[in-house]
């Protein structure tokens, strides 16, 4: 089967904070994706040097971790595209920032949702991964629906749109 390019890009990982409310509107990633990147401007990082390459594709968004030569190391987080409740490349602390908000399964089968961030290289960088975000979710969402994983309890466009803010 024909798989697309997956976006590849290299990114600062600004880290995770668990979500405080649960309501997945414009803005709602702001408080998070501030306190992440005070976090590192606090820790006198350099903001600017990638130090991870986000790679979204169909079903899975790939995390891998860069070492201090800047290359990949055995270390990778895997993000099922199924449980992104939302993401955005919206963010006034700074417009280069993608975030994205996942649910997390603990050991008792509860759940939380945690706002992971990343510095890109400018704004359309950060706005072309939310954009493959989108197309992975559409993607996802029709094969789930096509192998009968979700049934018909919402149009697929309202399910789209809930998916994606990029500003």
Not at 23 to 32: A, I, L, P, V
Not at 38 to 43: G, Q, Y
Not at 52 to 65: G, K, Y
Not at 78 to 102: E, K, P
Request: aromatic share 8%; glycine share 4%.
């Amino acid at each position: 089967m024909w798989q697309p390019a997956s976006e590849r890009l290299q990114v600062r990982y600004l880290g995770k904070v668990v979500m405080r409310g649960m309501q997945f509107t414009s803005g709602c990633t702001e408080r998070s994706v501030i306190e992440l990147w005070e976090k590192h401007t606090l820790d006198h990082e350099d903001i600017s040097s990638a130090n991870a390459i986000l790679e979204i594709r169909p079903f899975q968004v790939r995390l891998h971790h860069l070492d201090a030569k800047r290359e990949a190391t055995v270390q990778m987080d895997t993000f099922q595209v199924a449980r992104i409740a939302y993401c955005t490349a919206d963010h006034n602390v700074s417009t280069n920032i993608f975030a994205w908000l996942y649910r997390e399964i603990n050991d008792d089968l509860s759940y939380q949702m945690d706002c992971h961030a990343v510095e890109c290289g400018s704004k359309l960088e950060a706005k072309k991964l939310a954009h493959a975000m989108m197309e992975a979710f559409k993607k996802t969402f029709t094969s789930m629906k096509s192998d009968g994983r979700i049934h018909n309890s919402s149009s697929s466009e309202e399910a789209e749109s809930a998916a994606s803010d990029d500003g």
